[in-house]
């Protein structure tokens, strides 16, 4: 029953991103049918999800995979809270291409059956999910910071082409994209707490020392942001850079099989 419900999702994904490529030509009927190809899409993973937690055996995201099939689901989930505005439907070229991809590469490794797992206990659970939606919290942000740059650099070149769509102003994508990512790491701290108070510690490893750099790189963005004016195109570079990051800690941090 679980491994059906990937495909309604997989197709929607893909479905939303070819359809808000077509966004670019000028507002019309493909942003909506995008949208609402996320809409179903996260609607079938969530019911993915509810059947993985009803079948499984304890925890059923704590391999790699499981937990990039949950993260998936929070970061469409939280695109969702903008991405249905006219405005902010093109920030979905950031989003679902890479929701759909991840969502593969988890059914691909297993993350989207139901198997049979240890019960890791309630705190570290807890940590499991504020560390994901910490990381997809700052997977958003990084993606109005590349919906910024991407405006920024054809404004710039007078492209009369992104006159013609429906974009947030430069300055509400900055202080959006900046609140999210305080709020995101307000999260991703508090799953770092939780898990260092979970953990013996000999479990410090380098995964966990690098999530910690990754929080203390988005502490020192938004503090250089009150303190030094670093605001635009510069803010929005080291939010891309944080997405960078996370690429390369989500596969490492504690959910290997």
Known sequence: MAELLVWPALIAYGEAAVAYAGELRGPGVAGRVGTWGVRIGWLAQTALLVVQAIDADGFPWATWAGALNLFVWLVVGAYLIWGCRPRYRLLGLAVMPLAAALLAAAW?????????????????????????????????????????????????????????????????????????????LGVLLSGIVIGLASFDRGDFDAAMAVTVGIASTVAGALLLRRTAGLRGRRFAQLLVLVLVLVGIVLPLTHFAS
């Open 108 to 184: 691909a490794g297993g993350g989207t059956g139901v198997t049979a797992r240890d019960d890791p206990g309630g705190l570290l659970a807890l940590h499991a999910g504020l560390m994901l939606a910490g990381f997809a919290g700052l997977t958003l942000a990084a993606g109005m910071a590349a919906l910024y740059l991407w405006q920024e650099r054809h404004l710039k070149r007078r492209d009369a082409r992104v006159l013609r769509l429906r974009l947030p102003p430069l300055d509400a994508l900055d202080g959006l994209s900046a609140r999210t990512a305080l709020v995101s």
